[in-house]
């Protein structure tokens, strides 16, 4: 899954994000998963933000010291801190961190889509993408006659994404460069979209929820997975977004919001379903 954007000056800052954190993380924002382009806020870092120091030196998957800073707390800037700003270029480099055994222990990856309740033939879209991390899961979720794109604002991240999903024969998965403040999704184009590690490196977050609730089909769902202020991994604690500050930006980008019970030993999980849409889990 892994992971956003504003206008003019925000584009700037959040170029200065990422590219897929979700992932890894990120994206942040996939533009998501969590690192990658200057302007990657918003899908790049999602798969990232792993418990290993990353290829940067230093912190959580190279969120360490130097490595982020704020682009800016003011209006519009959602309920939370401003956006961890961060780069996840070669991909290559985050895929150690990223993919390792470890992560799995804390991920929990098939908790994961087991909360986003998919039904085989979805359409899903992770948001941050990284090198792809959520994919084979989401990918085995959604069956032969579904689809899923990992979308991420780092070309490199793309590549390598594609890559993977030839070399994995993964015939249901596709990957793409968006903008770092549009996720590049066509209207009602969408049942699921997966935003893990992601959301904190969003710029205007509510903007970039009402864009998301717009590529939704009926029933739609967008499912945020981040770090509590507890975990031990993560981005700094200046830049970590409570799930009660998730489910504002939301409801602001007109999702219905809920914040759901999982087992994550380090992260919550937010649902912004479409107002008057049945429920994801």
Known sequence: MHRRPRLAATCAALAALLSSCSATPDAAAPAGGGQRDAASGAQAAHAGHAPSQGPQGAGHDGHG??????????????????????????????????????????????????????????????????????????????????????????????????????????????????RPDDPGLDPGSVDRILVVDTWHHIPDRPAYAAKLKAALRPDGAVVVVDFTEAASHGPPKDHRIPAEAVAAELRAGGLSPEIVAEDLPEQYIVVGRRAGAGAAR
Do not use: C
């Not at 890559?163 to 460069?177: D, K, P």
């Open 65 to 178: 010291p130097g490595h982020g800073h704020h682009a800016g707390h003011g209006p519009g800037h959602g309920h939370g801190p401003g956006p961890l700003v961060h780069r996840f270029e070669r991909a290559e480099d985050w895929v150690p961190a990223f993919e390792g055994p470890e992560r799995d222990a804390w991920q929990k990856p098939a908790e994961v889509v087991a909360a986003m309740r998919i039904a085989p033939g979805m359409r899903v879209a992770d948001l941050g993408a990284g090198t792809g991390y959520f994919l084979p899961h989401l990918s085995r979720a959604v069956g032969p006659a579904g689809a899923v794109i990992g979308l991420d604002i780092e070309q490199d991240m793309v590549r390598y994404m594609t890559e993977r999903a030839a070399r994995e024969r993964l015939a249901n998965v596709t990957a793409r460069q968006v």
